[in-house]
């Protein structure tokens, strides 16, 4: 257990223990010459009228030397996949493969504009084809849209798709939508946004979706259930195909977050599980880098009967010719201009090249399989509240903790000072103090052990020396910041300095 | 602790008659739930409330809960302080953090909602699950 | 395999620790029939054999970059410093999450403030949030807030608001899209206006929408739609094409109550079509109905700056289905890469960026309106895009183009009947006297 001391974090944390760094306004200096573009070398006309020009443009002027170094400060103060053990629970911080990132950049796909020409973007539309296809494979789908930006964009535009599916057959009763209380936020605010009331259904003793209340819940005025498998507690559910099969007898779609796909890749496909609509996560399952936030891309997956609802454009293969195809009647209409994040489904399709078919069952058989070795570690620290194997990841609670006055947020912060990044707590809501820990299939065992090692340090530390817990972490640029101050007042922007003005 | 100079609901908050005002708060346990309270929406005077249905919402740095109005009527003052100084509310659940002043529609609704002593009784439970 | 490091001895001793014999007995609630079911797709590739796949593909496209652009239509091909490309790209920006664990995200924060006080000074507005997806998804959120402030469903779009954020915004809209009322686009006098849309706005509008410069190009005085939207009580949102604002009032300074923008003219590659960046600001009393997340100031035990996500309860993980919007993951790094474009480019070097498009856009014009055959349809004053009335079909016109490596306007066919001879052409500081000159020769030849 010396392996989880302090003292091993990995080199470059200490580098981030430095003075505040400046704000790019408060580096800015006004007669600094800045970037310089060629005149142009035409002549010059008049600018538009003075009552529709700017009078001041007040931008920070900093030299290039300080930008770069500002900017590579600023990224040394974070903690990253690339620096670190990243198991941020729902979020499959896996290891992000660089060729990816080489490839998106290629001018021949970084440098397409939207629209262009059909016939110069072939290679581009050959491989958003081929991506749709081998998602559809994946999944066990009839196809596959890959404009939604993000899963929680996904949900709205296969939500969107669900109540076009309902109105067209005059089915226009179904005004609720069923969401676990498990369920990811973007659930119930999908829902939401897309006009329907939300059921909140509750877990079961072995947190399954609770099947009575699920079939008191169905009726005629149920559009869809919104479920995610494996679920937030990283279980899958042990009545999946009843809960389909009660959904579709009520009339009812069954939609799917596929945020946690990573644990069925070759294991699974949902659309048999009885899933109609399902949003992939490419930045979580398929390695493409998260970006400190974003972006990300939530293809949606669909069957036959939902296809012609689909948001435009969508990529036709004519002979051997590929075209954007637009007029779909039927469709939804676009949820995005100019398609997709093609960036980001680049990046997607590289790895899943790599991974071919039996790399996929690889990848989900490793990340189930440590999830489950950090339960079994876990065990004698931390309560597993529903312990039986679990998916891509588990959850635990910090409960036992409480009475010493140490709460999950406690054992989060400690663990930076141990060198790794905390797991996703306080959620899922239904467990309390809870730990989400997705520990993904790219990690070796010696990193396992070494975070499990911290957690029972950890642990250890809670019962001997809780006010250490209280405190951290100790190591950071900032210590715990005071976020009630930060919202009652908040500061949102910087005050322009005087000294940029015009 | 629980004042018993007022009612309860069991959405937390407090209603106290005074002259023909109701005062409406929350709870002292409430307070303590929500955290460091950051926020608070409340309706505008003039404003009509009902009882059990939502009048504001009120925010603390990790979430968010609806008020619910413990009467029916028109609101007749707000307080200000606490929309500049959300953190009465945590300071000085039953004083100085109350939220609004109603005229009542009906005060006989005072009577549904919950005594000090049922209300204490009602936290324990919830503490015991 | 690729990417799983786990060694066969590993692998058991796992296992032994689990108490299971094989991976096998964890996947066991899996209903047996549909468990491991058969992927039909190719097997896995070396790291060499996907780059030259992948490769191959890039290479049969034909990139904008690399020929003379004259495409817009809300996409641009504009000059990147080298120095945003090799900062964003760093593993400690790309390879992290959203900063849910500030003491850990200093760096992402503080890069998302300055991201917000940014496109405040830019848009000379009160509060900008951290980023929607991209411009289109902006406007339909800033719809859907201004619908949330006022209470109110009816909404007017200006027909220069570009017709994909125009159906985006319908989408979002739904059974609300009925109450989206546009105004009249009318050719008079060989030139194509917008029709006003201030008689539209009443006491039921919740917003009026107009984009500028327009999708056309054009620019307008909005003083008296700000004056209707007062005698209303209708909220002003502005579409803002951020570059522009380089030389062009801010749409702070139109008096506009929601302003939303593409921010991919500021650093972000093309990408055929994405990753980009919305930009979102707003006025401070509106801010808790700003979708999306913001980055603040917070001083930590010891007295220090730092930077956390602020007015968190208004997100869909604490709010769930009374949030302002269920947007999680948005577009971090995009963002980033326009705080160091604009960091690197400063005041001097966005307004001659702005300049120069306005230029070359004005030359071009120029030269085409005085071949015979064609008309320029966008009225002065306009920015860098402008409507070209051609005497053959912009696709044909387009395809011998592209014979002299040159990228011809964006044909308006699917625009209506109307516009189908028309193609939208655009300059910008990448272009050339050399290359607009290309494209007149070509021109005067069809």
């Not at chain 3, 899209?177 to 050719?187: F, G």
Request: proline share 8%; charged share 20%; glycine share 8%.
């Amino acid at each position: 257990m010396d392996a989880a001391s302090p003292l091993s974090r990995p080199p470059g944390l200490a580098d981030l223990r430095q003075t505040p760094e400046p704000l790019l306004s408060e580096l800015s200096t006004p007669d600094r010459p800045g970037i310089e573009l060629p005149a142009p070398d035409v002549p010059r006309v008049a600018l538009p009228p003075r009552d529709l020009l700017r009078e001041a443009l007040p931008l920070p002027v900093v030299g290039e030397l300080e930008v770069v170094r500002h900017f590579t400060r600023l990224s040394q103060k974070n903690y990253a996949i690339d620096t670190g053990f990243y198991p941020l629970g729902s979020c499959t911080m896996k290891y992000n493969p660089k060729l990816n990132d080489e490839l998106a950049r290629l001018p021949g796909f970084a440098g397409l504009h939207p629209y262009q020409p059909a016939e110069t973007v072939q290679g581009a539309l050959a491989l958003l084809a081929a991506l749709e296809a081998a998602l559809a494979e994946i999944t066990g789908f009839a196809a596959v849209s890959l404009h939604p930006a993000a899963g929680a964009h996904g949900e709205l535009t296969g939500l969107l798709i669900i109540r076009a599916y309902h109105r067209e057959r005059g089915d226009t009763r179904r005004q609720r939508v069923l969401v676990p209380d498990s369920a990811h936020g973007t659930n119930p605010a999908t829902a939401a946004m897309v006009g329907y009331e939300t059921v909140t259904l509750p877990s079961d003793a072995r947190g399954n979706v609770d099947l009575r209340a699920l079939e008191a819940a169905l009726g005629p005025d149920v559009a869809a259930l919104m479920i995610t498998a494996p679920s937030t507690l990283g279980l899958f559910d042990e009545h999946m195909l009843a809960l389909t099969e009660a959904v579709h007898a009520a009339g009812a779609l069954v939609y799917g977050d596929g945020a946690n796909m990573n644990a069925l890749l070759g294991v699974a496909k949902p659309a048999a599980l009885g899933i109609d609509v399902l949003h992939m996560n490419l930045h979580k399952t398929f390695s493409t880098p998260h970006g400190g936030g974003g972006p990300g891309a939530g293809a949606l997956a669909v069957t036959a009967a939902l296809e012609p609802y689909l948001p435009v454009p969508v990529v036709r293969r004519r002979g051997d010719d590929y075209a954007l195809e637009y007029d779909r009647p039927r469709s939804i209409g676009p949820v995005r201009a100019f398609g997709g994040h093609f960036g980001v489904l680049v990046r997607a399709y590289a790895y899943l090249r790599r991974l071919g078919a039996e790399g996929l069952r690889a990848v989900s058989e490793a990340a189930v399989l440590n999830a489950n070795y950090l339960r079994v570690l876990l065990q004698e620290w931390y309560d597993v509240p529903y312990n039986r194997p679990c998916m891509h990841e588990v959850v635990l609670s910090g409960r036992r903790l409480k009475a010493r006055g140490v709460r999950t947020l406690d054992v989060a912060k400690r663990l930076i000072d141990y060198g790794f990044h905390p797991p996703t707590i306080y959620f899922p809501l239904v467990v309390e103090e809870a730990l989400m820990i997705e520990p993904t299939e790219t990690e070796t065992k010696a990193t396992l052990d070494a975070f499990a090692a911290a957690m029972a340090a950890i642990a250890r530390e809670a019962q001997e020396q809780p006010e250490l817990l209280r405190a951290a972490p100790h190591a950071t640029p900032v210590r715990r910041l005071d976020e009630a101050t930060a919202a009652r007042q908040p500061v949102l922007r910087w005050a322009t300095p005087p000294a940029t003005r015009e | 602790m629980t004042p018993d100079d007022r009612r309860y609901s069991r959405e937390h908050e407090w209603a106290k008659l005074e002259g023909s005002e109701v005062v409406v708060g929350i709870t002292d346990f409430a307070q303590a739930q929500l955290g460091d309270v950051v926020y608070v929406e409340l309706p505008k005077v003039g404003d009509q409330v009902t009882q059990m249905k939502e009048m504001g919402v009120i925010e603390s740095v990790k979430t968010a809960s609806d008020l619910f109005s413990p009467v029916s009527g028109e609101v007749v003052a707000v307080n200000e302080a606490v929309v500049s100084e959300p953190q009465l509310v945590n300071e000085s659940p039953y004083e100085r953090g109350w939220l609004i002043r109603v005229r009542p529609d009906n005060p006989d609704e005072l009577r549904q909602l919950l005594s000090a002593a049922e209300y204490e009784a009602l936290i324990a439970e919830g503490d015991s699950e | 395999m690729p990417f799983v490091p786990l060694t066969p001895t590993e692998r058991q001793q796992m296992l032994e620790r689990i108490g299971v014999a094989s991976t096998d007995a964890l996947f066991e609630v899996i209903p047996p029939a549909l468990r491991f079911p058969r992927i039909d797709l190719p097997p896995g590739e070396s790291e060499l054999e996907t780059s030259r796949a992948v490769r191959a593909l890039a290479a049969r496209n034909r990139p904008a970059t690399e020929l003379a652009c004259f495409l817009g239509g809300g996409v641009y091909h504009h000059f990147i410093p080298a120095a945003v490309g090799a900062l964003a790209s760093r593993g400690e920006f790309l390879t992290a999450y959203t900063p849910y664990q500030p003491e850990v995200s200093q760096g992402t924060l503080q890069a998302v403030f300055e991201f917000q006080s940014l496109v405040c000074d830019l848009f000379a507005m009160d509060v900008a949030n951290a980023s929607m997806y991209d411009g289109a998804t902006a406007l339909a959120e800033a719809v859907l807030m201004a619908q949330r402030i006022t209470r109110r469903t009816r909404v007017v779009l200006g027909s220069g608001v570009h017709p994909e954020y125009r159906a985006v915004t319908a989408t979002y809209l739904g059974d609300e899209a009925a109450e989206l009322v546009v105004t009249p686009l009318e050719e008079r006098d060989g030139a194509l206006r917008e029709g006003d849309p201030a008689p539209l706005v009443d006491e039921r509008t919740a917003c009026v929408v107009v984009q500028q410069p327009s999708f056309f190009g054009a620019l307008a005085d909005w003083t008296a739609l700000r004056q209707a939207c007062d005698r209303t009580g209708a909220l002003l949102v502005m579409v803002v094409n951020p570059l522009s604002l380089g030389l062009l009032k801010p749409p702070g300074a139109w008096g506009a109550d929601i302003a939303v923008g593409e921010g991919q003219s500021l650093g972000v590659p093309m990408s055929f079509g994405g990753p980009y960046v919305g930009l979102m600001a707003t006025r401070q009393q509106y801010v808790r109905q700003l979708p999306g997340r913001l980055a603040g100031i917070a001083r930590d035990s010891e007295g220090r700056r730092g930077f956390v996500l602020t007015l968190r309860p208004r997100e869909q993980d604490i709010r769930r289905e009374k949030a302002t919007s269920n947007i999680c993951t948005n577009q971090a790094l995009v963002a980033l890469q326009v705080t160091i474009y604009l960091s690197l480019m400063g005041p001097q070097g966005l307004r001659q960026a702005a300049e120069n498009c306005y230029q070359y856009a004005h030359y071009a014009a120029a030269q085409i309106a005085r071949l015979p055959g064609y008309t320029v349809l966008t009225p002065e004053p306009f920015f860098h895009e402008f409507v070209v009335r051609g005497p053959r079909p912009p696709e044909e016109i387009n395809a011998r183009l592209l014979e002299a490596g040159i990228l011809g306007g964006l044909p308006l066919r699917r625009l209506g009947p109307a516009l189908a001879d028309c193609a939208l052409y655009c300059c910008t500081e990448m272009n050339t006297r050399a290359e607009i000159d290309a494209l007149v020769e070509v021109l005067a030849r069809l």
